[in-house]
């Protein structure tokens, strides 16, 4: 039997291997001067070169087209060039699947530079493009490190359902899920599947709660769905969130833990992807010779994020403005949302480092959060990132049965159906936090993508759910 490898494992081993016979399958990215195939199986960015020995006919030598797959038996050489340290000397060539070149020519596999919507055009196909194959690798890098920190800090994976009859956030539209056909009108759900309406979920974080309070320390990771007609480079329809919830828990020690897990990612994406990274840094050309990509991510690792009120950021950005510094199109006024370009401006122009946000009005955020002394004020906070904004955001819960029945009220939040919510606050209630990182956010931000549709696989967004 003789041993298959995958590219990168010939490559990585390659020095053992030396005049050794072994099989690699893959697919061609380019064949030159009726000799060298370059073949990429997707395991790695980097290529294994093959040279074809003169015995193939004619025939063979027409079907190895760019995009075909095939499978190569060859002797392991040393090689010539300076580019690689080994090549396949072929002996064995089978082609299973041939691409016409005519069809190659219209589709993103023809080796040109292409543009990042017409990518998504042929969504199906960009797996195997050089830079979308970076970044499916690095996203997988980042969703296994996240497993790996919070199983290694004592944390429990819990799955939360996806189908809910409740809007956590209270803000945004749901999608709406239900068996029946809604061209029979008037609509009656009581005769629908559940018996009552139900959407797809925006959060887990109301179910993880009521976990913590029995676990301890918990975490959920999966998709999140929102029908908000956000259609700008940071929003999808349908995106990843990653939600620990922890008992015993103030906002200081939230805080703490979502900067430490973010520089914990960071750092082993940077120590376990540099390959790749590497490959983005130089395509991407975004970064001027000062603030490359690499850079970039070691910047956030060094210096501790600046930590502020809202009350603070409001102050400073109307100084600013009144200094004649900026000039912001929505007015400062406290009790306002923060606006991008305010963001921006903390984050980009004002503190250059990544900025933790605390202590929200309360009329601006979610009914579950902690309310202040001060009665106007929420334990609120917000992580906000170079070129993403807002990376996550997370709270101190109210864990008071009479001031949550109040906010509830306060914000028309319906109390019947999350009556077992509710009643989490009378066995036992005690402070915890927890927070909800944007999973597509961090992917977008490490590979340095400036569209979030070009980092997942499939994206949906309005108007837009193919493939
Ligand atoms: O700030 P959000 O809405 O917080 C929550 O959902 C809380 N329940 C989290 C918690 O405390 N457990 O969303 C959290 C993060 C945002 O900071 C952002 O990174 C990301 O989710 N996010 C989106 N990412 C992509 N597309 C969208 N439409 C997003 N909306 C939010
Ligand atoms: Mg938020």
Not at 72 to 100: F, N, R, T
Request: with cysteine; charged share 25%.
């Amino acid at each position: 039997m003789i041993k298959k490898y995958s590219i990168k494992e010939l490559l990585n081993k390659g020095k053992f291997l030396i005049d050794q016979k072994v099989l690699v399958e893959g697919w061609i990215r380019s064949f030159r001067y009726s000799i060298f195939i370059i073949l990429n199986d997707g395991s790695t960015i980097n290529n294994l070169q093959i040279i074809l020995s003169k015995k193939f006919d004619k025939k063979i030598i027409k079907k190895i087209t760019i995009g075909s797959s095939i499978r190569v038996i060859g002797i392991v050489k040393k090689s010539i060039g300076k580019k690689q340290y080994i090549e396949l000397k072929s002996l064995d060539i089978i082609i299973y699947e041939s691409v016409d070149k005519e069809i190659l020519q219209k589709s993103i596999l023809q080796p040109k530079k292409h543009s990042f919507e017409k990518l998504r055009e042929q969504a199906h196909l960009r797996f195997k493009t050089n830079i979308f194959s970076c970044v499916m690798r690095i996203r997988h890098h980042i969703a296994f490190c996240i497993h790996k920190y919070f199983h290694e800090h004592g944390f429990f994976y819990l799955h939360t359902p996806i189908i809910t009859t409740s809007n956590c956030e209270g803000t945004g539209k749901m999608f709406q899920i239900t068996t029946m056909n809604l061209k029979n009108q008037p609509i009656d759900y009581t005769k629908d599947f559940f018996k009552c309406e139900t959407y797809l979920s925006v959060s887990g974080q109301l179910e993880a709660e009521s976990a913590s309070l029995g676990l301890g320390k918990v975490y959920t990771f999966g998709p999140v769905f929102r029908a908000e007609n956000s259609n700008t480079s940071r929003h999808l329809s349908e995106f990843w969130m990653i939600e620990p919830e922890i008992a015993f828990y103030h906002l200081e020690e939230n805080i703490n833990l979502a900067e430490n897990f973010l520089k914990f990612i960071i750092k082993y994406i940077v120590e376990n992807s540099m390959e790749d990274l590497t490959f983005l840094d130089q395509r991407l050309k975004k970064y001027s010779q000062k603030n490359r990509l690499l850079e970039k991510l070691e910047l956030i690792l060094k210096f501790p994020f600046k930590k502020i009120s809202y009350t603070e950021v409001i102050k400073i950005l109307d100084q600013e403005e009144k200094k004649k510094n900026i000039k912001f199109l929505h007015p400062i006024v406290w009790g306002m949302d923060l606006q991008s370009e305010h963001e921006q401006y903390l984050v980009d122009k004002y503190f250059k480092t990544p900025v933790v946000i605390f202590d929200y009005p309360c009329i601006i955020k979610a009914f579950y959060m902690r309310v202040n002394n001060d009665g106007k004020t929420v334990r609120a906070m917000d992580i906000l990132f170079p070129e993403i904004g807002e990376i996550i955001g997370g709270s101190q819960r109210e864990e008071r049965y009479d001031i949550l029945l109040q906010r509830m009220k306060d914000t028309n939040t319906d109390k019947n159906k999350l009556w077992w919510y509710l009643d989490t606050r009378r066995f036992g209630s005690v402070p915890h936090s927890g927070f909800g990182l944007g999973f597509d956010r961090i992917v977008q931000f490490i590979t340095g993508m400036n569209n979030i549709r070009d980092v997942i696989p499939f994206p949906r967004t309005p108007n837009n759910a193919e493939f």
